[in-house]
Nanobody, 124 residues
């Protein structure tokens, strides 16, 4: 089992920045962030592997969001810049050890463990 504790959400204005953090109880192969807006399905945001530090991003956040990882602390960060109202959602941290490669890292099936979610609201 892996416990995930997220922090860093909040209410900001368009163009502002936020940093989300997620601390895991142990190291996993991959850690990622997903988000779910009201009335929409959960979608992939970003992921990072623990070994090579390979990163993956959704097209909608590429160039604005940066995912990073501190393996010594089993913590992953999501730096979100130039936030837009459409970024408003509950952001979920996820961790996984099964599967490998972009196909799994970009989908919920690649993750067995999920955090409780943190709300990010971007006002226009």
């Amino acid at each position: 089992q892996v416990q995930l504790v997220e922090s860093g959400g909040g209410l900001v204005q368009a163009g502002d920045s936020l940093r989300l953090s997620c601390a895991a109880s142990r190291r996993t192969v991959v850690m990622g962030w997903f988000r779910q807006a009201p009335g929409k399905e959960r979608e992939f945001v970003a992921a990072i592997t623990s070994s090579a530090g390979s990163t993956y991003y959704a097209d909608s956040v590429k160039g604005r969001f940066t995912i990073s990882r501190d393996n010594a602390k089993n913590t992953v960060y999501l730096q979100m810049n130039s936030l837009k109202p459409e970024d408003t959602a509950v952001y979920y941290c996820a961790a996984g050890d099964k599967g490998s490669g972009s196909y799994y890292y970009r989908r919920a099936i690649g993750y067995a463990y999920w955090g409780q979610g943190t709300q990010v609201t971007v006002s226009s």
